[in-house]
Nanobody, 124 residues
């Protein structure tokens, strides 16, 4: 059994910053690719960023230059530093993991392991 727990969400004004954290109970943390997804109200879940087991990162175009994904294998944690937040970034943010080797972000179906989410709200 596994458990992924997100934290760090909250409400900020446009231009502000937040840092999300995902704590994982998966023992072989380093053997997984880790990703952040988000789901705005009334919309489908979309991939935000992934950090693969070799450190390769991929971002969706809308967050490039503003968000940074990172991981700490020893602590079994993953992070998403979000700067320059915009109202369009408002969503529930989820961490996700996959063990299967595949390059790039891909869609949600590629990730068998999910957290419960943390809410990010950005006001204009």
């Amino acid at each position: 059994q596994y458990r992924l727990v997100e934290s760090g969400g909250g409400s900020v004004e446009a231009g502000g910053s937040l840092k999300l954290s995902c704590a994982a109970s998966i023992i072989a943390f380093g053997n997984y690719d880790w990703a952040w997804f988000r789901q705005p109200p009334g919309k489908e879940r979309e991939g935000v960023a992934v950090i693969e087991r070799d450190g390769t990162t991929t971002y969706v175009d809308s967050v490039k230059g503003r968000f940074t994904i990172s991981r700490d294998n020893a602590e079994r944690r993953m992070y998403l530093q979000m700067n320059g937040l915009k109202p369009d970034d408002t969503a529930m943010y989820y961490c996700a993991a996959r063990r299967r080797i595949c390059s790039g972000l891909h869609d949600a179906d590629s990730y068998p392991y999910w957290g419960q989410g943390t809410q990010v709200t950005v006001s204009s």
